[in-house]
Each structure stands twice: as C-alpha cells, then as structure tokens.
C-alpha cells in the first residue's frame, strides 16, 4: 500500500504561479514512478507530468515549457511547478505512484488549482 497526499493548490491570475507537492509514504520501495494527472468535472483525466525512479520525465503537450516535475526520493515526494498558468488550466490536480507489482497506479486525494482570467 501507498498512501499520497498532496498540497500547493488554490487560486491563481492567468500568467501566475503555483506550485504543487505530493508526499509518498508505505510501500514506496514499490513505486517505480510518480507523476501528475488533472480532471475538469465531466471530463476524463488526463495525464500531465510523470518522473521515473531513473529521472526519465513525460509532459504532456499542453504544459511542456511551463510545467516542471521534480522529485525528491530522499523525502519521497514530487512537485510540480507550474508557470504561466492559464484559465484552462482550472481542474483537479491528482498525484500518481506506479506500482509494477500490482498492475495499477494508486492516487492522492486531489487539489483544486484555479486559474482566473
């Protein structure tokens, strides 16, 4: 089992700043990645950063050049910075561990990131 909990979201201007945190803990010698995914209400989730046990990073299109992924293996958490930040931008920031050994990912809770105009 892993448990995740993240922090960092809220409201921001459009072209502002956040950045968000997610902290492992349990099982997490089984983690073989971490990263981000986002879900608008309606709508399905949709896969924004991921940083691999070897450092090897993923962004999505929509956010490459103004999203950051980073991890920290010694405090078992990663971030994302998020710059320039636009309206559709707005959603449900999910944290992710993938777990190779059970097939499946596990997620946070989510945190709310609002981007007004």
């Known amino acids: 089992q892993v448990q995740l909990v993240e922090s960092g979201g809220g409201l921001v201007q459009a072209g502002g700043s956040l950045r968000l945190s997610c902290a492992a803990s349990g099982s997490i010698f089984s983690i073989s990645a971490m990263g981000w995914y986002r879900q608008v209400p309606g709508k399905q989730r949709d896969f924004i950063a991921t940083?691999?046990?070897?450092?090897?990073?993923n962004y999505a299109d929509s956010v490459k050049g103004r999203f950051t992924i980073s991890r920290d293996n010694a405090k078992n958490t990663v971030s994302l910075q998020m710059n320039s930040l636009k309206p559709e931008d707005t959603a449900v920031y999910y944290c992710?561990?993938?777990?190779?050994?059970?097939?499946?990912?596990?997620w946070g809770q989510g945190t709310q990131v609002t981007v007004s105009s």
């Open positions: 992710y561990a993938k777990i190779p050994a059970v097939g499946t990912n596990y």
């Open positions: 940083i691999t046990n070897g450092g090897s990073l």
